[in-house]
């Protein structure tokens, strides 16, 4: 029975850079009303989601997962209740710093740094991002980098630690909350969120984000709503078809 919905936030749950909308809003709180317990997770920080869901007014508390799964709040209010941070190796740390240094070093103010806490990422300013994706995948091969792996999501890159990814994270919460993959639904778009959708059994992505995850047989759908919808009409069905063996 569905028990755990998943999902991206920016180009999935809400435009890139822009607020979850208000029939989204109303699909989230049905699904909350069905029992169902969500999980927002990005790139971006902890805090950054937290303002976003406390804007939205959802009802129940909502699951943050920032940083790529690196920093898990079981709740969104701001500070946090007993924020969890995922273990970054020592020698993680030290990848991280020298491919910072050099990134930095080489483009200087043409990229943006996000505040993360445990992974390394960043935006292009006025300069072509493929600059720099072309840039960490030299550093990785000439630096022999071990410990860390990147995302490369549209305008972003995302260096993270091996250890850490979306589908680690989401693994925690449902050993946390005790609720298996068949029982868990994934949304999403990009490539950094393939390692949740191996953690849900119902996987769901859009017509332009598909070829990501053919390997993983998503069901796909035109836009968040359709999805929040085909969620909400599988929890109500499991619901029924329960209380009919009851019976």
């Known amino acids: ?33 069905e029992g169902v317990k969500l999980v927002i997770t990005s790139g971006k920080p902890a805090s950054h989601i937290s303002g976003l869901v406390r804007q939205a007014n959802l ?12 920093i898990i709040w079981f709740n969104h209010e701001f500070p946090p209740k007993d924020p969890f941070i995922m273990t970054m190796t020592k020698e ?9 240094n050099a990134i930095l070093t ?18 292009s300013r006025g300069i072509d991002i493929e600059e720099v994706f072309e840039f960490c995948d030299h550093l990785f091969e000439t630096e022999k980098i071990q410990f860390l792996k990147n995302f490369k999501t549209g305008g972003a890159l995302d260096v993270i630690p091996k250890t850490i ?22 949304i999403g778009d990009g490539a950094n969120d393939v390692p949740m959708f191996l953690r849900g059994k119902i996987r769901i992505t859009f017509p332009q984000s598909a070829k990501i995850f053919v390997k993983l047989v998503p069901k796909v759908v035109p836009d968040i709503d359709r999805a929040l919808e085909f969620l909400i009409g599988i929890s109500r069905f499991e619901k029924s078809s329960f209380l009919e ?3």
Do not use: H
């Open 1 to 33: 029975m569905l028990q755990l919905v998943a999902m991206d936030l920016d180009g999935t749950l809400a435009p890139f850079n822009g607020a979850i909308q208000p029939k989204t809003i109303e699909l989230l709180n049905q699904l909350q009303k």
């Open 59 to 70: 009802q129940d508390d909502v699951i943050i997962m920032g940083d790529n799964g690196g």
């Open 92 to 100: 993680a740390a030290l990848e991280l710093e020298k491919i910072r």
């Open 106 to 123: 080489k483009f200087g103010e043409n990229v943006w740094v996000q505040p993360n806490r445990c992974t390394f990422s960043l935006f």
């Open 165 to 186: 990814d979306k589908g680690i994270g989401l693994k925690y919460i449902q050993e946390k909350l005790n609720i298996p993959i068949e029982d868990t639904a994934v």
């Open 245 to 247: 063996m009851l019976e």
